[in-house]
Structure formats: C-alpha cells, structure tokens
C-alpha cells in the first residue's frame, strides 16, 4: 500500500512541477490557475494523510506557512561583490579597453563578454547538497548575509531539487554548487500588492516591494506575493574552466530560469548594439530592468583580473538613464486623503513612458504648482521616479499658448461640498468634515487595516468603497458588528470571501497595542512615534487622560505632535469610536514588556534616511529598539547617528549640516 501511495505522490509531484516550469519558465501553461490549485490541493491533502512520505522538495513546500522569529547569519563561500555602475557608453570603453589591455599582458587571452540584461531586484544565494537545496540567503554586505530559506523555498523557478528536464546531475558530475541570481516582483504582481494597500502604504517599485518581502516572517505572506528567481551564476561544476557563457546554459539544464536574454559579445561594437537594442525592448518585458551586465567570458581570468574593495575588474553594470516624456496637461482634479489633505493630481494626455502608459501626475500641493510654474492646457515634462512613479518635472513655457489657465484652489471638497480651509504655516489644503466626508473615511479604514497598523489582508479598496458608499462602514469600528450576510450581497463577495473577512477581523482584535495606536490615524503619530506613546502610556485610558505637556515629555513628541494627539482625543467622536473599539474586544493596551535582546543601542536616538539594502527601514526600526534604541522621525541635534541607506533624502544634508554622525547600513548591522 505505502509503495503505491509513494508513485502516486512520486507521479503527483513530477506532474506538479511539470507545469510549474511550463507557466512560469515557458510561459506556455497546459492548466488554468484553478486546475493547478486542485492539483497541488490534492497533493497537500494526500501529504498530510501520510507526513512520513513529505520530501523537501516537493512542491508543497512553497505554499509557506514557517514562521521565522529571525534569520541567522550566514557566510558566503566567496564574497557576493556588487557591480560598479556606469550611465556612460563611453565609460563602458574604458572598461572594456582597459580589460583588453590586462588580458594582454597576461599573454592574450580572449575579451569576449557576454552581454546580459540587468534585473532590478535582490540578488541572493542558493547552496545545494547532492542536488537539494539546503540554503537561501541574501548578500548582505557581500561577506555574510541573512539565512532566509523558508522565504526562498516559496519562489516557484527556484527548483527545489537540481534534476532539471532531463536529469543530467550524473552527466554533468555535479554534486555541491552554488547558484547565484536575483529575486524580483514582476509589474503585474507589484500593482496587484500596491493595489490592495492604502496609498501612504504603497511601495514605490518592485525592488523595494522584494526587499521587503524577502524579509517577511511568514512564509505564507511571502508565498501568496508571487516573486521570480533568475540565475547569472555558478559555482561547484567539476569542470571549473567552463566558461560563462556555457555555465548559463547549464543553468538552464538544471531547471533555472537565466531570463534568457542573453549574447555572446566579441567586439566593442556589438557591445553597443545590444546596449542600444533593449533600450526600447525592455519595456516590453513583464519585468523591471534597468540596465545592461557585461561580464569576461573567460571565467579563469577572473581571478586573475581581481576586484577592488567592492567590485570586480572583470564585469560592469551599464544603467539605462532615467527616461523623459513631453505631453499635454489637460485638467487637474483634487484627491481628497484620510486626514482631509487636498493634493491636485495632473491629468495629462497619456503618453508611453518607461514601458508603460501615463495618465496622471501627483502634483502634490500648491507650492508645487506655483514652483514648477505650471498651468491647464501647459506642455509639460514627465518622468518616472525610480522607473515606476510618474512625476511632472518642468513646465515647457516656450510651449505656451493663449489656452493656458491657471490651476486654482477648490473653494470646496470635490467629496463632500464642505468648504476647504488652509492651517496657518502649512503649505496644503484641507476638507474639515473629517465626521462625514467619504474620501477621509475610506482613507481612514485602508490606513486602519494596512499592513503595519491591524493587518487585515483582505480588505482591499475596492471593498471598502462599497462598505463606505452603502453606509455599512462610517468609521473603523464598525469594521467588527459587520456580518456575513451583509457581506454576501456585495459585489464579488461570496460566502468564502466574507469568511475570510471576518477572520481576518477576528485576527486583528489582539495586534499590539503600539499597532492599535498607529492605526487610529492620529495626524503626526507614525510607527515610532506610537511604540514611544505605548511605551509611556501602557493603556489607551491613561493616553486619553494625559495632559498636553506631559505628552510633550515623551522622547521624539513635543509639543507640535502633543497637542496633535490630544486634539484626537478630545472629539466625542473619537471617544464613541474608543469605545466601540472595546466593545468589540479591540484590547487597547499593552502586554507584558518584551525583554530586550541587549543593550547595545541604550539611550541613542535613532533615524533612517534612503533606502536599505539588507530589510527595509521597518524591520531595521524594531532592530534598534530592540536594543533599547529610539526611532526618531526628525533630524536635531540631540540624533545620536543617522543611517544612509541609497538615495538618502534631506535628513541626511540635515545631519551633515547640524554635524550628527552618519554611518552606513553596513556600520549599523556592526552595532547590533
């Protein structure tokens, strides 16, 4: 009986993993989605029939559902070096003359590189043991990085085992090897996240969205985010001579996805011509690439060629530069945000930019305007922030016409006809009804329910527009007395879907207390600055019953922030809300205190600027608090040091200006 209950499984996984690789490797899928998920239903349910037959490479593994508390250190076997960058194709000749010129004097040898595309995600490392996949882990800081198999394990062109189509492991005598490559969110997959987030919640491009997956601690989430592996290097072939080009294609054969877009460049010229080619043809790729690799063929002159501290002399990443559009602003409408914020959104002639279509522009606030100089019916420039977010950055004034019109102050919120008002020193706009009007209670329960305040996975924007518009939902609390026959009548909400929803809610009821805090969308209090009010006032009561300047003694409050919260405060509507909050079981205090894991960051305050490479700037938060730090929101001079992660912002010319030290996300990582 277990022999014929081993094939089937045997058969189930092999046919499993079958379409695995033609939908996400091929791209020439047999199955529908749905026809897959019964597939991998039944192998899960005959799995947990029979938990002694479950293999590590079966393709149940990457459904998720580890939780990880934290990811151990790792040392890479050989440093993961980042590429030096250039945005200059004559850079590029330097680099490949001087090359040529070292490999002369080595007596000659070939300067073939192959030319590949540059995949704008996270690069990691994948160990393998007699064919089996034993560990994931990040760069790091390219000497050691961060265990995170059981995210790794979730990827689906991550092969589990090295068997590849036609089990060529023997033929190839490879035992031990390491592939190294780059995780990364599709387009598609990135909308459908940033989709189901609150705008102030929203990722700014698929790399940041991948870095800080990878980094989640439940494998599910990680799982249910869809993310691609492709592989550029490998390492463990009993031929070490190979060359690079080959040891793509044997990547190939072992199951990996190379993205395959590659060449073979003998000479300067087709260097060129491949750089000037996918400059057009990457935007229709389903995925991010910013750029091109150049790597030496030769693989045994690498070593000989060497590295500087941080990148090879043998390879080089050309980066395409930002790309501009000229089109037509035609109108501008007011969004309206979850604490009545006003901010114009351009509405332009839609024009193709970086791969895809834009239609709109934040233009932010009316200092904006006033700035960029701009008008209705003006020829504008666009760009794209970070290849993803678009943004107006000139005006065409020599463009202008008799058509032009000013972009002028709505006298009342588009939402709700109340009259705007504008706060003495703010440089925005404002709806006041903050009781009634639509856009601020919708932006208020996608603020409640995102991913760092209650977490509710499954309510989404487009189901909180119903709940507000049909009066089911006129404030956060009213999330908890709804019921699943009301939810059944919605549009695309049968009764799983509404079960789903009232777990999801039922889940929420014990998020922390500093998560219970930040959600209530107090204006000014962040992540930080809740865990400090949590940590001060260990109840919601006694934080409702506190003065304005005992408020202002919390570290990083003062006196803006204190009389911001107890504004909140003193609404009775809010105080209804608090209690509607109780009654539903919401706990609104805290827990016993957590103990710290050592003292290392004890009385520094703490800030980060850019973007992290290693986990994003929420995990990296919790890391210095942990250790006894604060997280501070501004630059002063009381700020113990700053981070500076890529593409730092005004905190650090702050910093540098008021002379508070600046380290780097390496020096911090030292420190913990």
């Not at 003495?424 to 919708?442: F, H, K, L, M, T």
Request: aromatic residues 6%; hydrophobic residues 40%.
């Amino acid at each position: 009986m277990a022999g014929s209950i081993q094939e089937t499984l045997a058969k189930l996984r092999s046919e499993i993993e079958r379409h695995n690789r033609l939908y996400y490797i091929e791209a020439e899928p047999e199955l529908s989605d749905f026809e897959f998920d019964r597939l991998l239903e039944k192998l899960v349910a005959l799995e947990k029939e029979h938990p002694e037959l479950v293999t590590p490479d079966s393709p149940s593994q990457r459904v998720g559902g580890t939780i990880t508390r934290s990811f151990p250190t790792v040392v890479h076997a050989e440093p993961m070096l980042s590429l030096s960058n250039t945005y200059s194709l004559a850079e590029i000749e330097d680099f490949h003359n001087r090359v040529v010129r070292m490999l002369a004097a080595e007596g000659g040898q070939s300067s073939d590189m192959v030319a590949e595309l540059k995949f704008d995600g996270v690069a990691v490392s994948l160990v393998y043991r007699g064919g089996l996949l034993v560990r994931g882990a990040t760069r790091g800081d390219g000497m050691q990085g961060d265990d995170i198999t059981a995210n790794i394990r979730t990827i689906p062109t991550v092969p589990l085992r090295l068997d590849g189509p036609r089990n060529i492991l023997g033929e190839l005598g490879i035992a031990d090897v390491e592939v190294r490559g780059e995780v990364f969110m599709r387009r598609e997959d990135f909308d459908r996240l940033n989709d189901s987030r609150p705008e102030e919640d929203r990722f700014a491009n698929p790399r940041n969205a991948t870095a800080g997956t990878l980094k989640l601690q439940d494998s599910s989430e990680v799982a249910s985010r869809r993310m691609y592996f492709v592989a550029y290097w490998l390492k463990g072939l009993q031929d070490e001579s190979a060359d690079h080009l080959s040891r793509l294609k044997t990547l190939e054969k072992l199951g990996f996805d190379t993205g395959g877009n590659y060449r073979l460049c003998h000479a300067l010229p087709e260097i060129a011509k491949f750089i000037g080619e996918w400059s057009e043809k990457r935007w229709k790729l389903p995925y991010e690439t910013d750029g091109v690799v150049l790597k030496l063929n030769d693989v045994r002159q690498w070593e000989r060629l060497g590295a500087t501290s941080k990148s090879p002399r043998w390879a080089i990443a050309y980066k395409y530069p930002a790309q501009q559009a000229e089109t037509f602003l035609r109108d501008v409408v007011f969004q309206i945000g979850r604490l009545g914020t006003v901010t114009p959104v351009a509405e332009l002639e839609p024009v193709k930019l970086a791969g895809s279509t834009v239609s709109r522009s934040t233009l932010h606030n009316f200092d904006e305007i006033e700035r960029l100089g701009v008008m209705i019916n003006d020829r504008v420039v666009i760009e794209k922030s970070g290849e993803v977010i678009p943004k107006v950055v000139s005006t065409v004034l020599e463009k202008r016409t008799a058509e032009a019109r000013p972009i002028i102050v709505p006298e009342v919120c588009p939402e709700c006809g109340t009259s705007l008002v504008k706060p003495e020193n703010e440089v925005s706009w404002y709806c006041p009804d903050e009781r009634d009007c639509p856009a601020q209670i919708r932006g208020r329960v996608l603020h409640f329910a995102s991913r760092d305040a209650m977490d509710i996975r499954t309510l989404g924007k487009a189901l909180v527009d119903q709940l507000v518009s049909l009066r089911l939902v006129r404030d956060v609390g009213d999330l908890y007395y709804l019921q699943q026959p009301q939810l059944e009548r919605l549009d695309r909400m049968g009764p799983k879907s509404a079960q789903n929803l009232l777990r999801a809610l039922d889940e929420s009821r014990t998020k922390s207390y500093d998560r219970q805090l930040y959600a209530l969308g107090i204006r000014h209090v962040g992540r930080a600055t809740a865990r400090e009010l949590a940590n001060a006032y260990p109840s919601l009561d006694m934080l409702v019953e506190a003065g304005e300047e005992e408020i202002a003694m919390v570290p990083d409050i003062g006196p803006v922030v204190a009389h911001s919260i107890r504004d909140f405060f003193s609404k009775p509507e809010i105080r209804e809300l608090i209690q509607k909050l109780r009654d539903a079981g919401v706990t609104m205090r805290s827990s016993e205190k957590k103990e710290l894991v050592n003292r290392n960051f004890e009385g520094m305050s703490v800030i980060f600027t850019g973007t992290l490479e290693h986990c994003d700037r929420q995990k990296a938060s919790d890391l210095v608090m942990e250790r006894g730090g604060r997280i501070v929101s501004s630059v002063s001079r009381k700020t113990t040091f700053v981070v500076a992660g890529s593409e730092p912002g005004s905190k650090l010319e702050k910093a540098i200006k008021l002379g508070v030290r600046v380290i780097s996300e390496d020096e911090f990582e030292a420190m913990l």
